[in-house]
């Protein structure tokens, strides 16, 4: 089968993209990227040039552009999208046209040439979860960010092809996801990146929030299996079972780059911080056999352990063409150093 992979070059797409062309001989994979910031064509280093693979940069929200790729692959998987909650709330605009717009032009490509979509979505969708409750996949949207809500309307178009024109969707809701090559203004990759520079760490309000943490690998099996496997029109949570409290996050990580606790600053929050997220996923367990191959320590370990042998990957963006540096200024109010793990000096 031939697949187009939306967002490909970005962090879970380009984890998903190595796994198809490792784990399926017969497979190819078309990847379509904006290399916006956070895709990169980095991220596909090694496999860029693989016979079975094409690179073409470009927007989802180009419907002709889309219309020609999806006609000639067998299916379409939309990694596609603005990720960060951060972000959506200095310019929610952009996410509505990324998570919203460019998942109903891939959707009527789809419905046009009868082909099968997966779209990854987020356990954000779902709101703040209650200590003791664990969303299941029934249950209703609340989402609180623009960006939890713009996944969410994404959903919701998902969910109106499906019902008006049958096409065939299936949707993925993944928690938290770490792992090699996510771009360091996510919490674990900030927080390891600004340890190995001696940099403070900016830990939100109390730093008890809950948030469930799943490997990027383990995450992009869950996304292929649910692509061959999954059942028309469902939804499926893609849980891990690590719920940890951020501020446990940040203790452990610091202890294993042997950094100081002291690094750690608490800042104000971020307006209407969800408390917690945690999935139930008990049905991709039943229905399709899926669970996460590491556990919480393992997944934070090889994720720090990428960051710390590939400092030139994240020292680019930290000193980089896309902005970063003025984004960490609008966001934290702190200068960025830019110096990678062996280096000194501040900007
Ligand atoms: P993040 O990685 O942005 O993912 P999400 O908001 O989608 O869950 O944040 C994970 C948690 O870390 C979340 O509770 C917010 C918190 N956080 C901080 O405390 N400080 C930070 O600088 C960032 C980016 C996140």
């Avoid at 380009?14 to 198809?20: E, K, N």
């Avoid at 062309?21 to 190819?28: G, K, M, Q």
């Avoid at 419905?111 to 969303?135: I, W």
């Avoid at 203790?251 to 997220?277: F, I, M, Q």
């Amino acid at each position: 089968m031939r697949i187009l992979v939306t967002g490909g070059a970005g962090f879970i797409g380009s984890s998903y993209v190595r796994r198809v062309l490792a784990h399926h001989p017969a497979d190819e994979v078309v990847t379509l990227d904006l290399l916006s910031y956070a895709g990169r064509l980095s991220n596909l280093e090694g496999i860029r040039d693989d016979p079975r693979h094409r690179f073409v940069r470009g927007d989802i929200a180009d419907a002709d552009l889309v219309d020609g790729l999806v006609a000639e692959c067998d299916a379409v998987v939309n990694f596609a999208a603005e990720t960060h909650v951060d972000r959506s709330l200095l310019d929610p605009a952009a996410f509505v046209r990324a998570n919203v717009t460019g998942v109903m032009t891939l959707l009527e490509a789809v419905r046009r040439h009868a082909k099968r979509m997966l779209q990854v979505s987020t356990d954000e969708v779902y709101g703040d979860v209650e200590p003791g409750r664990f969303s299941v996949e029934p249950d209703p949207l609340l989402p609180r960010s623009p960006y939890a809500a713009a996944k969410a309307g994404g959903e919701l178009m998902c969910r109106a092809y499906v019902v008006s024109y049958g096409t065939d969707v299936v949707i993925t809701r993944g928690c938290n996801t770490i792992g090699p090559r996510q771009y360091p203004e996510k919490m674990v990759p900030l927080f390891v990146t600004n340890a190995l520079t001696d940099q403070p760490l900016p830990v939100y309000g109390d730093g008890m929030q809950v948030r469930d943490w799943l490997h990027a690998e383990d995450h992009a099996a869950a996304v292929d299996l649910v692509l061959r496997q999954g059942r028309a029109g469902e939804s499926y949570n893609v849980g891990a079972g690590n719920e940890r409290p951020n501020l446990d996050v940040v203790r452990a990580l610091l202890a294993h780059l042997g950094k100081p606790e002291s690094l750690v600053v608490h800042v104000p929050d971020r307006p209407g911080h969800d408390r917690r997220y945690a999935l139930d996923w008990g049905k991709i367990r039943r229905e399709l056999g899926w669970r996460p191959t590491r556990d919480f320590e393992r997944t934070l370990a090889d994720t720090i352990d990428w960051y710390v042998t590939n400092s030139e990957w994240w020292g680019a963006i930290r000193r980089g063409t896309d902005d970063f540096a003025t984004y960490y200024e609008r966001q934290y109010g702190w200068r960025l150093a830019v110096a990678g793990a062996s280096g000194t000096g501040a900007r």
